[in-house]
């Protein structure tokens, strides 16, 4: 008796991946459709209605990104790409595209299953649903624009705070630069990724343990940068 | 007697000759003594039996002669057609060599062999003579059956003269007849072909028919048969001496002789080469033909200096040596040389001298004679020859005097400064007179001629001499102021003075001119040297070929420029700028040619000799690497036998030049490719093996789960799927690491640089190889402001990632592993350190090498690519990376990171 946690369109070309991707999905309790190319995918996440797509960039007939502009022209299902190492600029590009995370293969299914969970809550309530976010700690309340730390209150600057908010309100995802800066800094400092650099830095100091390794406000090298709470 | 051994070098000759041989066609030679015997009608015989037997033969070109026997021959041979060609307002038929050259018989019949093609003609013949255009049939491997008449060998020409009265023109050099593979001799007796001649049967040429009267004389015939005859025994003989010695039968071989002929610029000189050559035939010898410049012969007439030339490519073209010596006294010169060369035997002609000039000078005879010891010395008799100028005595006389030279009117200022030099002298010596002798007035005036004789040569020394005397008679001699002679001894003292003076004003000169021909020598030789070290200092062939050109259009004093082939073999123009002394619009076809065939052409040269400029092939030990063409602004700069030699020596030195820098590129291209080879060969060694160990634990591991999983238990299966995973792991990362390298070598890594914080990093670079480092203790040391870096910062990560691995693979776990970033002036000074074992022994730069592994082999896994990875990407970001022992023990890996200033972040608010 597995109740389905939900549908997921798996949209990859390799059988043995797919193969092993529908194992561990379907173990967890997700009922998997698989298409084996990009246009198959594009109308199966149609005529499917999945909750959660899985898209690899590598396909062979159209470009994985094509796919996800096709999707989020009409869904705002989560979409989970699946992509190879060193290839931070066309992680970013998906997820400019509309994706909303990414998984490097070879990957460990652990890892896959943690942000499958990440992305389906999400889309069901973004953040973390709570006003208050708890990383550690720290206790962040977004809507009062309190945050403190062991009880005592630590300061944020406005654009301190704005970074935060928007990075929780993508807790457990990743977020790439140029959203970040768009959404905290406007359309036009979009290009201006030393802003991120310092106020992360600044952030860091004052709400992780140990700034230089960060449990929660978390590095994607390349790409952006990942908010994560205790649960995860 | 025994076989005594063929001596190898010889032997290894013949060899190479024979290979030449088998690739070149086939010259079979009907041979006749004169027209008529019926040559060209053997010739045709034959070759119907050829065909009948299935050969492939085509008739190039046959002149029937109006003979209609030879017309019923022709028939049923395929013909090619004429070429047409347009001389002097007439339509000639010719053979046409290039149809000949495309059609490409296996026999191809060419009759008379010494003809000359119409130079003038238009089209241009290619080649001067028929034996050339059949000599490039030969070398394309066709071959070629032909006819030629004693008369036509070129070293037979002067006796067939001697016996008939009449001198072809046309004639075959004697290498074209002795190196045909077969000589087929049609005899007809004497009273047969006059027979013939009176039916009518014999073709005679309209112009030559009184001529031809005279030639068909009994007397004639006979004597032209019998030389006929012994030419072709003579070739018998020498195809049965090549067979001895091939044999190792050395009985008869001359034990190495060696001819040389003096020849002079008399009328003698033809026959006396004429001569050598067949005295070197009949020895079986080398023989150089040896022309010395004496000052007297350098102020020869113009024509007598053009016929020194003709004489000396004469020789040449008979298989001598031309050598030409300059030197004071012919016979002592000839004796040196001769004596240097192990010359065995001298020719000379006559002496020609007259006998009062004799008591004066010795001969060239006598001196050599006195010069040489065991050389015989052959003195050759001559018949009468004709002398073309009227009065010899004359024209020598001014030509001795200098007055036939250019530039006599620069001889007037000579005999002005004489009539000075004798005034100054006179007055000098009329203040001196009353203290000195009057013999010492006769000193002083001796010197003025000797002043003169230095300055400005002989004629005014002579002019000088005579003033002097006449001075010196004058005012010095009783009775004063008068020519009279009161003493009678006077007389005697006078006719020494002028001996004296002649004697000096001689020698004088003499010295002065040959300093000027040793002079002009030197310079020669000086050029050569000079452009010989250019070349060996310059690198590449265009600045080679521009070095080149700039030398030799000033030796010369032409214009010159050097070709060179295409990848496709042709020949185009240079591209890039010309030089004052290059030349513009050389003829790309005849460059063509000389390229293909390897041989000189154009002015000079036997092929398309009506060329402006000479074209020499740059030949390289395996093939001809260009072509040097040279447009002279004085034809006789190129014509003289020696100046054609310094050119040809020229090209050999710029064709050295030229290969040495080919050879260079090959040999630099051909230690990238090792190296390459080498590198390749390591990786795919290196990768083989630890690709293979992990996969064999995972298909080992994975077999297991899958033919035995049921039976093992939940924990083995549970291991056994961790050491699939770890293992896959591995090789992930190795083939990770191949191909990042790969990358990098190729150049395909563009940096992805932005602003990135070095903690930020080392944070990522930590969290990702937490598991890996979980065995060691991992401390890190970063100062609380650092400035911002602009780097890729992936690449960074990843060089952070091989450091800490490789510290932690190569410590013993539980040691303690430090991260460091130190600000410095204008960078960043990142450190791995580690308290483990330190550096292996060696130097630490070789770490970074690639393939490069600590310890050979064993436990330690990696393909030895980390490190150098690590280096490449520092040094793509403008830093360095270098590995050291630390002083409390352990290693320190070391990079640096250039810091750029960062822009300004706006305070807020």
Not at chain 2, 365 to 387: F, H, M, N, P, Q
Not at chain 2, 794 to 811: G, M, S, W
Request: charged residues 25%.
């Amino acid at each position: 008796m597995t109740e389905t946690r939900g549908t997921i369109l798996v949209v990859e070309d390799e059988p043995e991946i797919r193969r092993f991707l529908r194992t561990s999905l379907a173990t967890e309790g997700y009922r998997v459709v698989e298409a084996g190319s990009g246009a198959r995918g594009a109308i199966d996440a149609g005529s499917q209605k999945p909750d959660l797509a899985i898209v690899d960039l590598g396909l062979p007939d159209i470009d994985g990104v094509d796919v996800i502009r096709r999707i989020r022209a009409w869904s705002p299902m989560p979409i989970l790409v699946l992509s190879a190492r060193a290839q931070e600029r066309s992680k970013v590009e998906a997820l400019d595209a509309g994706a909303d995370d990414y998984v490097t293969k070879p990957f460990g299914v652990g890892e896959l299953l943690a942000r499958v969970r990440v992305a389906l809550r999400h889309a069901t309530r973004p953040g973390s649903g709570k006003p208050v976010l708890k990383l550690g700690k720290v206790s962040a309340d977004l809507e009062k624009h309190v945050v403190k730390r062991d009880g005592a209150e630590v300061h944020l600057t406005a654009l301190e705070f704005r970074l935060l908010a928007c990075l929780a309100k993508h807790l457990g995802m990743v977020v790439t630069h140029r959203q970040l800066l768009r959404e905290v800094w406007g359309p036009s400092h979009v290009e201006h990724t030393h802003y991120l650099r310092i106020y992360m830095k600044q952030l860091r100091e004052k709400l992780e343990d140990d700034p230089v390794q960060p449990r929660h406000l978390l590095t994607e090298t390349g790409v952006g940068y990942r908010l994560v709470a205790e649960e995860d | 007697m025994s076989a005594v051994r063929p001596d190898p070098d010889a032997l290894l000759a013949r060899v190479q000759r024979e290979e030449a041989k088998a690739k070149r066609g086939k010259l079979k030679v009907f041979f006749g003594a004169t027209a008529g015997v019926g040559k060209t009608y053997a010739m045709l015989e034959d070759a119907r039996a050829l065909k009948a037997r299935g050969v492939d033969v085509v008739v190039g070109y046959v002149e029937p002669h109006g003979r209609a026997e030879t017309e019923a021959l022709l028939e049923g041979l395929e013909r090619l057609p004429y070429r047409h060609i347009a001389y002097r307002g007439a339509a000639l038929r010719d053979f046409d060599l290039d149809a000949a050259l495309a059609r490409k018989p296996q026999i191809l019949l060419v009759d008379e062999l010494a003809h000359s093609n119409p130079l003038e003609g238009e089209p241009r013949p290619r080649h001067a003579k028929r034996w050339q255009d059949v000599e490039e049939l030969l070398e394309a491997g066709i071959t070629v059956h032909t006819t030629v008449n004693v008369q036509h060998v070129e070293s037979l020409n002067d006796i067939v003269a001697g016996i008939t009265g009449v001198r072809m023109q046309e004639t075959v050099p004697d290498s074209v007849f002795e190196r045909a593979d077969e000589v087929v001799m049609i005899d007809t007796p004497p009273d047969v072909l006059l027979e013939r001649l009176q039916a009518g049967k014999v073709y005679i040429p309209e112009q030559a028919r009184n001529a031809i009267e005279n030639f068909f004389r009994k007397g004639n015939l006979i004597a032209l048969r019998e030389l006929a005859l012994r030419t072709t025994a003579d070739r018998v003989d020498a195809a049965m001496r090549e067979y001895r010695e091939g044999q190792g039968i050395r009985a008869t071989w001359a034990a190495g002789e060696r001819l040389l002929v003096a020849i002079g610029p008399d009328e003698q000189g033809e026959r006396l080469v004429r001569a050598g050559k067949r005295m070197a035939t009949a020895l079986h010898a080398d023989w150089i033909v040896v022309y010395v410049e004496t000052p007297e012969l350098l102020r020869l007439s113009d024509e007598k200096r053009n016929r020194r030339i003709a004489l000396l490519r004469l020789a040449e073209s008979l298989g001598a040596e031309a050598v030409t010596l300059g030197g004071s006294s012919a016979g002592a010169e000839i004796a040196n040389y001769a004596q240097e060369r192990n010359v065995t035997r001298i020719v000379i002609g006559r002496p020609r001298r007259p006998l009062w000039r004799r008591l004066f000078q010795p001969s060239t005879y006598g001196e050599l004679v006195a010069g040489t010891k065991g050389i015989d010395i052959l003195v050759v008799g001559g018949g009468d020859e004709a002398s073309a100028l009227r009065n010899p005595f004359l024209a020598r006389s001014r030509a001795y005097l200098g007055a036939a030279h250019p530039g006599t009117k620069r001889r007037w200022p000579g005999y002005a400064w004489g009539v000075a030099a004798t005034a100054l002298w006179t007055g000098l010596g009329a203040l001196i007179s009353p203290h000195f002798e009057l013999v010492n007035i006769a000193m002083v005036y001796l010197l003025a001629v000797v002043l003169v004789a230095v300055r400005f040569g002989r004629g005014p020394a002579i002019a000088t001499s005579f003033l002097a005397l006449a001075a010196f008679d004058f005012f010095f001699v009783p009775p004063l102021l008068s020519f009279a002679v009161s003493d009678v001894q006077y007389l005697i003292t006078f006719a020494i003075m002028l001996t004296v003076a002649l004697i000096i004003s001689n020698l004088t000169a003499s010295v002065r001119l040959q300093a000027n021909v040793a002079g002009q020598r030197e310079r020669r030789t000086a050029m050569l040297y000079a452009m010989t070290r250019e070349l060996a200092a310059t690198r590449g062939q265009e600045p080679m070929a521009r070095a080149a050109v700039r030398h030799v259009s000033e030796v010369f004093e032409s214009q010159a420029v050097v070709l060179f082939p295409d990848a496709a073999g042709r020949i185009r123009h240079p591209r890039g700028a010309s030089t004052p002394g290059s030349l513009r619009g050389a003829d790309l076809a005849v460059a063509q040619w000389v390229q293909d065939h390897g041989e000189p052409a154009g002015l000079g040269t036997d092929t398309l000799p009506s060329a402006e400029s000479v074209y020499l092939p740059l030949k390289g030990s395996q093939a001809v690497l260009g072509v040097l063409a040279v447009l002279p602004a004085n034809v006789r700069r190129v014509l003289l036998p020696e100046q054609f030699h310094l050119l040809e020596t020229f090209a050999g030195q710029i064709a050295i030049a030229l290969e040495r820098a080919l050879l260079a590129e090959q040999a630099q291209r051909a230690q990238v490719e090792a190296e390459t080879e080498g590198l390749r060969n390591a990786l795919l060694a290196s990768i083989s093996h630890d690709l293979r160990t992990p996969l064999a634990v995972i298909s080992g591991a994975s077999s297991s789960l899958v033919e035995r999983g049921e039976r093992l238990g939940a924990d083995e299966r549970k291991a056994l799927a961790a050491s699939i995973f770890e293992q896959s792991q591995q090789m992930g990362g190795l083939v990770g690491n191949v191909l990042e390298m790969t990358r990098l070598e190729a150049g395909a890594i563009a940096l992805n640089r932005d602003w990135h914080s070095m903690s930020e990093i080392a944070g990522s670079v930590l969290r990702r190889l937490q598991d890996r480092l979980e065995s060691h203790l991992v401390e890190v040391d970063l100062p609380m402001e650092l400035p911002l870096v602009r780097v890729d910062a992936a690449l960074i990560e990843q060089v952070l990632a091989n450091l800490l691995e490789n510290a932690a693979k190569h410590t013993p776990p539980g040691t303690r592993i430090t991260l460091r970033v130190d600000q410095q002036d204008d960078s960043l000074l990142v450190s791995v350190e580690d308290a483990g074992p330190g550096l292996p022994a060696g130097d630490p730069e070789q770490l970074f090498a690639k393939f490069h592994r600590g310890n050979t082999e064993g436990a330690v896994a990696g393909v030895g690519l980390g490190l150098a990875i690590c280096r490449a990407i520092v040094r793509l970001h403008g830093g360095r990376i270098w590995a050291e022992t630390r002083a409390e023990g352990g290693a320190a890996f070391r990079f640096t990171l250039p810091v750029e200033p960062a822009p300004r972040v706006p305070r807020e608010a």
